[in-house]
Structures are given as structure tokens and as C-alpha cells.
């Protein structure tokens, strides 16, 4: 038997998670697809991967091993989208348009990219 607070956050997991998503949805029906797009629902609502995984564990528990030992779920990779900074010109634009009080910060930020150090 597991502990209470076991029990507690698996069913949880049911009504916060498993319940909204699937709906009336036959457990017969679920595929391995549809458990993957599950996990890229919860990862895009901002859960950490630990809950993501217990989540899933929860999932495969009440669809059953027999049902699921085959599924290879998994998180979706991360992006590797390149971040874009501001060029020189752009934040000398932007220390120059900015409001008194934000200005000197602007401009100790566009020295320190400019220079390689903090001003």
C-alpha cells in the first residue's frame, strides 16, 4: 500500500491533469501517440519535467504495463532557437530614447556590451 500523500497527488495528477485533457476519452483508445502529445501539452504548460514524468508514470499505471510496455514517451527536446541581442547601434538608440531615470541603466548596459566590462 502506498502513503497517503502517494495517493494524494496521484489523484491530483487525475483531476488537474489527466481528467481535462482526456475527457470521457475509452482507455482502449489511448495510443502511445496521443500519451506523446499529452506530455508535449503539460511540458508547454510550463511543468517541470520530475511532475511531467510523474504524470506520465500515473498515466501508464492506470492504462496498465500490458498496454504500455512498448511506449517510448518521451520530453520534447528544448529549443535551440539562438537568442538575438542588440546590436551597438540598437542600444545606442535605446539609451538615447529612454526616459530620465532609466537612461543611466540603458547606458551602463550598452557600455558594459560595448567594452566587454561594467562600466
Same mark, same amino acid.
Given at each position: 500500500m502506498k502513503a497517503p500523500s502517494y495517493?494524494?497527488?496521484? %489523484?491530483a495528477y487525475l483531476q488537474t491533469h489527466l481528467? *481535462?485533457?482526456? %475527457?470521457?476519452t475509452a482507455v482502449r483508445v489511448l495510443s502511445e501517440q496521443r500519451a506523446q502529445e499529452f506530455i508535449t501539452h503539460l511540458t508547454r504548460r510550463g511543468l517541470a519535467p520530475a511532475t511531467v514524468a510523474s504524470i506520465t508514470s500515473t498515466l501508464k499505471t492506470i492504462l496498465g504495463m500490458k498496454n504500455t510496455r512498448d511506449w517510448k @514517451?518521451? @520530453? *520534447?527536446?528544448p529549443s535551440t532557437a539562438e537568442h538575438r541581442f542588440f546590436t551597438h547601434a540598437e542600444m545606442l538608440r535605446i539609451v538615447e530614447t529612454a526616459p530620465g531615470k532609466w537612461k543611466p541603466l540603458f547606458a551602463s548596459e550598452e557600455v558594459r556590451n560595448s567594452e566587454g566590462?561594467?562600466?
Open positions: 495517493q494524494e497527488t496521484r %489523484g481528467l *481535462p485533457y482526456f %475527457g470521457s @514517451l518521451a @520530453l *520534447p527536446k566590462r561594467i562600466a
